[in-house]
């Protein structure tokens, strides 16, 4: 394996921004494990390539994401990128959400991520060497409504990371986490969108307003996925990749606005807060 040529591992590979990593990867003549819960559906969206292989993997499940690990290290000797790729959306307003459709969205979002990194993790250490690229997404860092478990999870995801970073950095292993805005990756389409069951009157016109922008919007999004995939591709290829990668005006602009509006916030009520410290009372 050449120097510039690494082992990339791809959760969510069969269609959307994944499908896309993998073809921007292998055209920039590195190795791919492909992975996504049905294998058919990987060949048929990525073909036969002698740099990749596909693999089973629901990121849910501990076993498979063990398993997809250990095929990958047999077939091409290490991984030097984890792509946290794979996630879905369970639109709606919080009331309207089931618990059951909550944890599903962070076991998904969440949990499914830091499988596959645990899985991960012991391999990039002995190579001392290694990225783990988390996609993330603008609700990560800035909430809104009809996105209150997506945003759980996805908040949930960039504390996690941020966490991570420091704990792994010793042993040579970074970390990214990327924020996309709204990209064409079919995060909106019917097999990944679930949009709670409408059931509390309260919110009826919005439910019905906002189901059908998204339904709208799915397919029209701004954002090019092959665009985003080549960014990213281009950024693990430095020596040091950024820890957050914003992506896409619709991306920057809140989070810019976010940021700004927290040092506002803590401008606001400075001296309050600094007086809240006092020296420890002696025993």
């Given at each position: 394996m050449s120097s510039n040529e690494k082992v990339w591992l791809v959760t969510g590979a069969g269609r959307g921004l994944g499908a896309?990593?993998?073809?921007?990867?292998?055209a920039a003549g590195h190795?791919?494990?492909?992975?996504?819960?049905?294998?058919?559906?990987?060949?048929?969206?990525?073909?036969a390539h002698e740099k990749l292989l596909t693999l089973k993997l629901d990121i849910t499940n501990v076993d498979e994401?063990?398993?997809?690990?250990?095929?990958?290290?047999?077939?091409?000797?290490?991984?030097?990128?984890?792509?946290n790729n794979a996630g879905n959306f369970y639109a709606g307003f919080f009331e309207e959400l089931t618990p059951d459709q909550i944890r599903q969205q962070i076991e998904t979002l969440?949990?499914?991520p830091m499988n596959v990194t645990r899985a991960v993790l012991p391999v990039?250490?002995?190579?001392?060497?290694?990225?783990?690229?988390?996609?993330?997404?603008?609700?990560?860092?800035?909430?809104?409504?009809?996105?209150?478990?997506?945003a759980a999870g996805k908040f949930g995801v960039e504390g996690w990371m941020e966490s991570l970073a420091p704990e792994i950095e010793p042993f040579g292993i970074q970390t990214m986490l990327v924020e996309p805005g709204?990209?064409?990756?079919?995060?909106?389409?019917?097999?990944?969108?679930?949009?709670?069951?409408?059931s509390i009157e309260d919110y009826a016109?919005?439910?019905?307003?906002?189901?059908?922008?998204?339904?709208?919007?799915?397919?029209?999004?701004?954002?090019?996925?092959a665009k985003l995939a080549n960014a990213?591709?281009?950024?693990a290829g430095l020596d040091k990749p950024p820890s957050r990668f914003v992506a896409g005006n619709d991306a920057m602009e809140p989070i810019a606005a976010k940021a700004n509006a927290l040092l506002a916030q803590i401008d606001a009520h400075r001296a309050l807060s600094a007086s809240l410290a006092t020296q420890p009372q002696e025993t």
């Open positions: 896309d990593i993998v073809r921007a990867a292998l190795k791919v494990v492909a992975t996504g819960r049905d294998p058919g559906k990987l060949d048929a969206a990525l073909g994401a063990k398993d997809a690990t250990e095929a990958a290290v047999a077939r091409f000797g290490r991984v030097d990128v984890l792509v969440l949990f499914g990039m250490r002995k190579q001392r060497a290694g990225l783990v690229l988390t996609i993330s997404s603008t609700a990560g860092l800035v909430g809104g409504a009809f996105c209150t478990g997506y709204f990209f064409r990756t079919e995060l909106l389409s019917a097999g990944s969108t679930t949009f709670a069951k409408p016109d919005r439910t019905a307003g906002t189901i059908a922008f998204l339904s709208d919007l799915d397919g029209k999004q701004p954002g090019d996925p990213l591709v281009q950024l």
